[in-house]
């Protein structure tokens, strides 16, 4: 078969955008690779800090992962999932708040969420006062509540061995609670891994995301006298309202445990959580927090 000049012409000419496209394709793929290795790993305040993709528990970001750190109030992350891990959970069901509960604020001077003794407020809304202040009185209410025993001091131990409980069968093996609250006893302890991993799984609790997602709250609850009150409550998490797409979860302080913030956000139907411990204050804790996800979105 003869083929003309103008036929050879349009062959070559052919061949030349088929490798010219092939070039552009190889290229942008290379480029795309490349971009990914050399997207900077940000360097945080916090002593340490672990951010992984929710959907497929990819790690995202990793320092100091797995070393054991005080954790503060992002203790009640576990406090409220135990609550939320009961059998028959009732969470209209009532509380009376009872005078040890404000004392051991007062002892402690620890965060509240200004419960009136005397007052029956929910399940529900002890959650609310739980992780919005971070209400050590809270707390201490749903221990008493939700242990075994017939004296408090025996319901509060056995509610903090269902934290440990349940932080085993999480396979959170650098993680031990010996506090309700955070304010512990020299052995309270978890790692930014672990406590990844647990707001993971209370993450899938519709109650504990409609609770950390929360803002601000008010909330009508029974007085001693059969009357009512509102108790209205703020998140201490102020990336709720600063980073977008976040939905969560929890910060934490305090003398050891310096500055802490278990955190999670969704992007374009991509969720992912992290955590930042030992921070030096809370305006680093949440730089700290904004660079490491920014980064796992990128990832």
């Given amino acids: 078969m003869k083929i003309g000049i103008k036929g050879i012409n349009r062959i070559s000419a052919a061949a030349t955008v088929a490798l010219t496209a092939g070039a ?12 990914a ?8 305040t916090a002593k340490g800090g672990y951010v992984m993709n929710n959907g497929t528990a990819k790690s995202l970001y990793s320092k100091a992962a797995d070393t054991r750190r005080s954790t503060g109030s992002t203790t009640k992350i576990m406090t409220a999932k135990v609550v939320l891990a009961q059998k028959n959970l009732n969470l209209d069901s009532k509380v009376t708040i009872q005078k040890a509960y404000s004392d051991y604020i007062v002892s402690k001077g620890a965060s509240s969420a200004h419960l009136i003794v005397g007052d029956k407020v929910t399940v529900r809304q002890l959650l609310y006062g739980l992780m919005l202040p971070s209400g050590c009185d809270a707390a201490y209410a749903l221990a008493d509540k939700f242990g075994s025993g017939t004296t408090r001091a025996a319901r509060v131990k056995s509610f903090i061995g269902k934290m440990n409980t349940q932080a085993k069968s999480l396979g959170m093996t650098n993680t031990h609670f010996d506090s309700f609250d955070g304010i512990g006893n020299g052995s ?30 008010k909330q009508k609850v029974t007085t001693k006298s059969g009357g009512y009150r509102y108790m209205s409550w703020s998140n201490t998490n102020t990336m709720l309202s600063s ?20 955190f999670a956000a969704t992007r374009n139907g991509k969720t992912i959580v992290g955590t930042v411990l030992a921070s030096t204050n809370a305006t680093t804790r949440s730089a700290d927090m904004k660079k490491i996800m920014d980064y796992g979105f990128k990832k």
């Fill in 24 to 35: 552009v394709i190889a290229g942008s793929a290379f480029a795309s690779t490349a971009q």
């Fill in 37 to 44: 290795a050399t997207l900077p790993t940000p360097t945080i």
């Fill in 188 to 217: 309270n302890y978890s790692t930014p891994r672990d406590l990844t991993k647990l707001a993971s799984s209370a993450m899938k609790s519709s109650t504990f995301r409609a609770v950390v997602k929360t803002k601000s709250t």
């Fill in 243 to 262: 980073y977008s797409g976040a939905i969560g979860v929890k910060t934490g302080s305090g003398p050891t445990a310096k500055y802490c913030l278990v």
